[in-house]
């Protein structure tokens, strides 16, 4: 395996050369930039020197954060493979890094893919701002699974996860600053049944953002950007929800007009029920009794965006957002045949 530094040198390289004017124009109308209206990217190179704090079983003190990538056109998601590749949108597309770390362009076009998923089948999911849920790869297999609800659009799909029946949970929301109409269908989250039908399962979230099941898929975890609380659910036979809670609470770092807010943004699991979102306090970490546990900081000055679990044995934590990609290692391992 690469070494951290070496990694940087690598993905550096390839994330940065230069495309052809008309490809970058292309690429910048896809999309693949970072969610809402923070979509910024670092003024320096991400450092190459930071490491975590520890956080007991979850990771050791002083371990390093590996750039993967940077230079990227916006980076979002992360998703495992079972080949312990990890899947990110970014350039407008969608990329899939190697356990090494070396990048590939999976999908050239994403149409505004924002949250990935990956189901039994391999089949890649997007949520897209582009207003549907669609089946984006494998190449001949695309198709769109979701684009209105109770004959209206959506407001602009999010992120999202697929249970193991292949159903699928996904986030709809504004973005930041955006003007809102009357008409609009509410913030909320929808579940595509493995027959696909789609029906909305929860609308009383401020600002559903990041969005992942518990191990045993008994539990729906949604991040509330616009909230203090990471919300939990209650998950049903049928794939709907009750139960609602307060699950952890966040430490604030997100001002708006009526005060600190979460900013929580993507959201993932590893398989002891740790939860990882992205915020602007870095990532933060709870466990399954929804304890605080703490903060991994960003290597460079913007919140991070979204998560997953991949690399060697399923056990590096692969953060993405502002066009950048890093891992670390963890000391447990993602959700199997999951990834987030």
């Not at 809402?36 to 371990?63: C, H, L, N, S």
């Not at 740790?274 to 009794?289: C, E």
């Amino acid at each position: 395996m690469l070494s951290g530094g070496a990694l940087f040198s690598v993905c550096c390289l390839v994330c940065c050369t230069a495309l052809p004017a008309g490809a970058q124009e292309r690429q910048g109308r896809q999309g693949g930039r970072g969610r809402g209206a923070q979509t910024q990217e670092p003024a320096r190179p991400p450092a190459t020197d930071k490491v975590t704090p520890g956080i007991p079983g979850v990771v050791k003190a002083g371990t390093k954060i590996e750039i993967v990538a940077f230079g990227l056109r916006g980076s979002d998601a992360g998703v495992g493979t079972p080949d312990g590749s990890v899947l990110a949108t970014g350039n407008g597309g969608v990329l899939k890094f190697d356990p090494d770390g070396h990048m590939m362009t999976l999908v050239d076009n994403s149409d505004q893919g924002a949250g990935l998923a990956v189901d039994s089948k391999g089949r890649v999911i997007a949520a897209q701002y582009s207003k549907k849920v669609s089946v984006i790869y494998p190449r001949g297999s695309e198709e769109v699974l979701t684009a209105s609800f109770d004959g209206k659009p959506y407001i602009r799909p999010n992120d999202l996860v697929v249970d193991k029946r292949g159903g699928v949970y996904f986030t709809d929301c504004y973005q930041i600053g955006a003007t809102r109409s009357p008409d609009d269908l509410p913030q909320a989250v929808y579940y595509i049944t493995p027959n696909r039908k789609v029906i909305r399962v929860a609308d009383d979230i401020n600002r559903p953002n990041g969005i992942t099941l518990s191990p045993d898929e008994k539990t729906l975890y949604v991040n509330d950007w616009d909230g203090p609380y990471l919300v939990a659910y209650s998950v049903q036979s049928d794939g709907t929800l009750k139960n609602r809670r307060n699950f952890g609470k966040f430490d604030l770092k997100q001002e708006t007009d009526h005060g600190l807010v979460s900013g929580a943004d993507g959201l993932c699991i590893d398989g002891a029920g740790h939860t990882f979102s992205t915020t602007p306090a870095g990532v933060q970490v709870f466990n399954a009794k929804g304890e605080h546990l703490g903060n991994i900081e960003a290597p460079y000055d913007m919140p991070p965006q979204n998560c997953g679990f991949g690399g060697p044995g399923g056990s590096y934590l692969y953060v993405t957002g502002r066009g950048v990609v890093y891992r670390i290692h963890t000391l447990g391992t993602g959700v199997k045949n999951r990834g987030k």
